[in-house]
């Protein structure tokens, strides 16, 4: 289940922010991310994921540049079929480099890395 928002330790913005799997397979998949903030996003899959399920993700942000950080499932909700997504997903960043960080936090900002 979703946490409330007012737990959430970042502010969140609707930022146009793609992400992937990083690794061999990242050409293979690109998903637009709701609700970027730097501790983690909302995105929307068919896939069903679970709770607590690391990840290796690539961010392609909106100045060109992209930004790789370690994550993990924090939240997992069902859709309705009318949804255009089987999930609705928190994604919660456990580990980003200084200057990927820095970076995201330019583009969420609105300027430019």
Do not use: K
């Not at 397979?25 to 709770?51: I, K």
């Not at 690539?58 to 100045?63: N, S």
């Not at 960080?101 to 583009?107: A, G, M």
Request: glycine share 8%; with cysteine.
């Amino acid at each position: 289940m979703r946490p409330s928002a007012d737990r959430r330790r970042f502010p969140r913005v609707l930022a146009h922010v793609y992400y992937r799997p990083a690794g061999p397979d990242f050409l293979h998949h690109r998903r637009a991310a709701r609700n970027v903030s730097l501790g983690g996003m909302r995105v929307y899959s068919d896939e069903e994921l679970t709770v607590g399920t690391p990840l290796e993700i690539e961010l392609l942000l909106d100045d060109s540049t992209t930004a790789r950080c370690r994550a993990r499932i924090a939240w997992v909700e069902r859709l309705d079929e009318e949804s255009g997504a089987a999930y609705d997903i928190g994604v919660e960043f456990t580990d980003l480099a200084d200057a990927d960080r820095d970076r995201l936090n330019r583009v969420l900002e609105g300027g430019q890395a």
